[in-house]
């Protein structure tokens, strides 16, 4: 069986758990540091003003902060809306929130195709929660038609993800590219780990 629900919970830790700290202080990185001691209060009085004037990253962290209730009210459409605003600048977290969102109807009524879009543009970018949603729905053809190759080729690249912090999902995702293995070929399985050997060489330039 694959878990196609385990997406945004895991989202949401790996975000906290993979958030890195600049060595040059700030009230974004305060604001980090006040998340992770679980004073969110505090971090939404200092993203909030980078926020407004602009900043995609504090606009992805107030987004987590509606989306979890974290010292605020649980809000779907604010955490839609400031995902929105940083997904429109290339965010790659709050692309892949959004395309969570979308997939799932919370904030916004279901939308597959605008989930898959955000996925992608999140997976793109090397975000491994979002290519293993990538994954699932070009294995169960959900906004997209069924392409096993495609599924394989993007639940192999979050089965590599990088990081301590990634372990669950590594682990899941390769055991659901092994449920799409029996469906390819030797030839098709060869050319999905060539392409993904060659991003993962084409990442570390």
């Known amino acids: 069986m694959l878990f196609r629900n385990s997406g945004l919970a895991l989202c949401l830790s790996l975000l ?29 009085r200092l993203w909030q003003p980078l926020a407004e004037a602009g900043n995609a990253r504090a606009q992805s962290r107030i987004a987590t902060l509606y989306y979890g209730g974290f010292g605020v009210a649980l ?18 977290n709050a692309q892949y929130m959004l395309a969570s969102m ?26 491994p929660g979002a290519q293993y949603s990538l994954g699932l729905m070009h294995f169960m053809g959900e906004a997209t ?18 990081g301590a912090d990634q372990r669950q999902l590594r682990a899941t995702a390769a055991f659901a590219q092994d449920q799409v ?9 060869a050319d999905a780990k060539r392409r993904i050997d060659e991003r993962k060489v084409a990442q570390q330039r």
């Not at 809000?75 to 790659?92: I, M, P, V």
């Not at 293995?181 to 399985?189: F, G, T, Y």
């Open 16 to 44: 906290v758990l993979g958030t890195t700290f600049s060595s040059l202080a700030g009230p974004y990185e305060d604001g980090e540091a006040a998340f992770q001691r679980k004073d969110y209060a505090a971090a939404m």
């Open 75 to 92: 809000s779907y459409e604010f955490a839609l809306a400031w995902c929105e605003k940083a997904a429109d600048q290339g965010d790659a």
């Open 102 to 127: 979308y997939r799932d109807g919370k904030g916004a009524e279901r939308d597959g195709r605008k989930a898959l879009s955000f996925f992608l543009k999140a997976a793109d970018q090397g975000v």
């Open 145 to 162: 038609p069924i392409n096993y190759a495609e599924a394989y080729y993007w639940l192999g690249l979050a089965a590599t993800a990088n």
């Open 181 to 189: 293995a029996p469906k390819l070929s030797a030839e098709q399985i």
